[in-house]
């Protein structure tokens, strides 16, 4: 079986109310295709990477009154997990797609990170597409588009990091649900692995 791409229902499957109605919605229509799409990314990321990737889903296990609004998976370069570490995503909210390299608030890489996004603000500002985004909080389904951020608004943004326990990085591109691309597994492998090629320098210079 080869990946399709995603759904209108996989994404009406994260406005289903209720933790388990929602959860069952994932696992049934999002959750196998995620788990497809890490496995078959594995190597291409690991290659990019030189050294070896492993997927994530998301289980929301943690998780006993409020339903998830997104999910996705993790790459990272531990078998045992992923939000300590540096990482790549691809996920969904109900509105869009995202993929993503992400320093999140469990990471003890935030402060490695800050201090590469502040000295390489001007270069990072260059070399980023104006049509990516940064976000500072996973949970958010908001970011701002990189086009609007100038190099003083990415200082900012690292000592945010550098300071802010909960604060995080995001940064990547983000797909509508109908965007054609979306929904056709083979173009939106490339796309995935095109935006992971261009996230690459951030990603290297989180360790």
Not at 11 to 28: C, H, K
Not at 51 to 60: G, I, L, N, R, S
Not at 181 to 206: H, R, W
Request: proline share 7%.
């Amino acid at each position: 079986m080869s990946f399709e791409g995603f759904t209108t229902q996989d994404f009406d499957a994260l406005t289903v109310p209720g933790l388990e109605p929602r959860m069952e919605a994932i696992i049934s229509h999002i959750r196998p295709k995620l788990e497809m799409l890490g496995t078959e990314l594995v190597p291409f990321l690991s290659a990019l990477c030189g050294e070896e990737m492993f997927p994530h889903v998301a289980k929301h296990a943690r998780r006993t009154v409020n339903p998830p609004n997104d999910t996705w998976v993790a790459w990272a370069a531990s078998k045992r997990g992923y939000k300590a570490l540096p990482h790549f995503q691809v996920g969904m909210f109900s509105t869009h797609l995202f993929m993503i390299f992400a320093v999140i608030y469990e990471s003890p890489n935030k402060s490695v990170f800050a201090k590469y996004l502040d000295k390489q603000a001007a270069q990072i500002k260059k070399t980023m597409p104006d049509g990516f985004y940064w976000s500072l909080d996973h949970m958010s389904p908001g970011g701002t588009p990189h086009q609007e951020a100038d190099t003083k608004q990415l200082k900012a943004w690292a000592e945010q990091l550098k300071t802010v326990k909960k604060s995080e990085a995001l940064c990547g591109l983000r797909l509508e649900r109908n965007d054609p691309i979306v929904s056709d597994g083979t173009k939106l492998i490339q796309t995935v692995q095109e935006t992971f090629q261009t996230l690459l320098p951030l990603y290297k210079n989180a360790f």
